[in-house]
């Protein structure tokens, strides 16, 4: 098994979350016995200061030369007033747009161990497990035309969808749901919006072809609501870019912590692995970061670029083993309890590292029997 990983590691907190999730993919490939490249690129603020751009050449040729990219996060308070296009974001924006993927995955899981920290009660989000897939290159975010006339006193958005963007992204979310809870929820405004009938109808037509799948259409209006209502009923959540943005930001909630949070965006020509939240200036280089959306990240990139499902899942369960051993990083520490083992984001890293280390000798030593 042979992967060729870059780190593009970033601004803030992205460097110290990176170092801790590539440090558990090492020592999957130490004791796996795989063949794992790392190679390191520099993207956002770190490439404008060295480089004077976000997304220098050298890390967008390394990133297609790649099976696989696991970025940190960047942006910086230094960088506020430079235009748009010249941001650390811009170099964020140009290399996801690079690598061509269309589907974002984004898990919204209730740890057990962190139940307190959601403002939802325990009972609403115990057992709650949901898989995002938002399309990622389509929709209003990128339709044509688009404008602020200012003289007019207008403005103006598309959301447009072809069929066959429907189709790619839709395959995926029912491919993915086979290999779950098989049943997929589909989202869209199909009683409003013309965009939203041919994504209801192109869907509809996908299903034939996966008839294990259960599939149920849903307003995003209902959608909102029913999420916070009754999280445990959803497994597969499909939906176009706006309503994805929204969505799996909302279900943020049912983890409790942005930090917690991993994705990877999927189906161009590299993999682009992600922990969802940004370069946290507040907290950089104090060793406060949450590395676990990071390290999570890592099980994603496992899991969808080196088709590894059971070392990704024993990174999931490492994570869930420290968090029921009462670890926290900072934002994770509620109770004066958790505020008494609360952790650094190297020893969180360190704590997942040697608790995976011991789910794998297990394994292989059962293996071995
Ligand atoms: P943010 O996600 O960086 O931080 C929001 C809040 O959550 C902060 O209080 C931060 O301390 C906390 N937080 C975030 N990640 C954490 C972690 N791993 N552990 C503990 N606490 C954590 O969002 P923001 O403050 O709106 O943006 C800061 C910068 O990051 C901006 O420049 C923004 O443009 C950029 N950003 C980048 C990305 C990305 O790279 N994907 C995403 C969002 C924001």
């Keep these: 098994m042979k992967l060729k990983v870059l780190v593009v590691a970033g601004d803030g907190i992205g460097p110290e979350v990176t170092a801790e999730a590539s440090r558990i993919l090492r020592s999957v490939a130490e004791l796996g016995g795989y063949e794992f490249e790392f190679r390191e690129a520099l993207i956002g603020g770190a490439a404008i ?53 269309f589907a974002n995955l984004r898990p919204a899981f209730a740890h057990p161990a962190l139940a307190a920290n959601s403002p939802l009660k325990p009972e609403v989000i115990d057992g709650a497990d949901i898989l995002f897939v938002r399309e990622l290159l389509g929709g209003l975010y990128f339709g044509e035309p688009r404008q602020w006339d200012r003289e007019a006193g207008s403005a103006w958005n598309t959301m447009r969808y072809t069929r066959d963007e429907v189709i790619r992204v839709a395959r995926v979310a029912f491919e993915l749901a086979q290999k779950r809870r098989k049943k997929l929820t589909s989202v869209d405004k199909a009683n409003v919006l013309e965009v939203s009938q041919l994504w209801r109808a192109t869907v509809t037509e996908v299903a034939k072809d996966y008839p294990d799948v259960t599939l149920d259409h849903q307003y995003v209006d209902a959608m909102s609501m029913h999420l916070m209502n009754t999280p445990r009923s959803y497994d597969v959540v499909l939906t176009e870019n706006l309503f994805g943005d929204i969505l799996s930001d909302e279900s943020a909630v049912i983890t409790g912590s942005l930090g917690m949070l991993p994705s990877a965006t999927i189906g161009g020509q590299v993999n682009l692995y992600e922990p969802v939240h940004g370069s946290a200036p507040d907290i950089a280089g104090k060793g406060l970061a949450n590395p676990l959306g990071a390290i999570l990240t890592a099980a994603m990139l496992l899991r969808h670029s080196g088709n590894l499902e059971q070392d990704a899942a024993a990174i999931e369960t490492a994570v869930r083993k420290v968090l029921e051993q009462g670890y926290r990083t900072a934002d994770l520490a509620r109770s004066e309890k958790d505020k008494k083992m609360v952790l650094s984001t190297q020893e969180m890293g360190k704590q997942v590292h040697e608790t995976l280390n011991e789910i794998i000798d297990r394994r292989q030593a059962m293996h071995a029997v």
Excluded: M, W
């Excluded at 004077?52 to 890390?59: F, I, K, R, S, V």
């Design 49 to 101: 200061k060295a480089q004077g751009t976000p997304l220098p050449q050298a890390t967008l040729d390394g990133a297609l030369e790649s099976d696989a990219v696991l970025l940190g996060a960047v942006g910086g308070n230094e960088f506020n007033s430079l235009p748009p296009d010249k941001r650390p974001e811009a170099g964020l924006l140009q290399i996801r747009q690079a690598l061509g993927g």
